[in-house]
């Protein structure tokens, strides 16, 4: 697998120091998992990271802080929930397509309409069930409508590929796209299968947008 297209270093910054939210981290994980460049460049800024807090002077601790510690070795921990299968649909992918070992610990639902030759899977994570995470299908020579984004997006092409204003991607490219970028990916001649996380809202432009503006806020889309 050739991979052209990486998460910028901000990103991977974010990422390193944990500023990343739930959504973004889990596409971010599943592309550093086929791209050692990435987990390479993750691991250098973590690095650094612990180089300058090495370089921090010692904080001294409150005078009770280890009685405190002490008091509560007796506590009984609370008990767990007990852990539940994640609930995933019978996704009908191609026999030798592999959705990204992240995604075994999450719920994904039923593919649903977003549109001609576009279907979409929402995937919700247990542990953040506000994130904004879905897998993408996109039928051969179909294009997404044209939209741009309220804050960060991220989007791991697993299968096929597509085109936009910013460039060609394939298997392993992560795209990366915000409020200053409006496009539209057009699928190649095998379709696209992608997973993609949300910082905010898609909004989508021409007649389409208006209608979501206005219908919006009776939405909870803003």
């Known amino acids: 697998m050739s991979i052209q297209h990486h998460p910028n270093d901000d990103t991977l910054l974010r990422f390193s120091t944990g500023g990343l939210n739930a959504g973004l981290t889990l596409v971010t994980q599943a592309h550093m998992h ?13 690095a650094v990271g612990g180089a300058l807090l090495d370089e921090q002077p010692a904080a001294a601790l409150a005078p009770a802080a280890f ?5 509560r070795l007796d506590e009984r921990p609370a008990a767990a929930p007990a852990p539940r299968a994640p609930r995933q649909a019978n996704l009908h992918l191609a026999p030798d ?26 995937v919700r994570l247990p542990w953040a069930p506000e994130a904004n995470v879905m897998l993408l299908r996109v039928a051969a020579n179909c294009a997404v409508y044209p939209h741009t984004h309220a804050e960060h997006e991220l989007t791991l092409i697993l299968r096929g590929g597509y085109s936009d204003c910013t460039g060609q991607y394939g298997p392993g490219d992560m795209a990366e796209a915000d ?44």
């Open 34 to 46: 086929i791209c050692t460049q990435c987990r390479d460049r993750v691991a250098a800024f973590e």
């Open 97 to 122: 397509t592999a959705l990204p070992s992240v995604l075994a610990a999450c719920d994904i639902g039923r593919w649903l309409w977003f549109g001609k030759g576009i279907r979409y899977s929402p």
């Open 179 to 222: 409020a200053d970028i409006l496009h539209q990916p057009h699928a190649d001649d095998e379709g696209c299968l992608c997973l993609a996380a949300l910082e905010g809202t898609m909004r989508l432009d021409g007649w389409l947008g208006k209608w979501q503006r206005r219908l919006g806020p009776y939405l909870g889309l803003y």
């Open 67 to 71: 009685a405190q510690v002490l008091s």
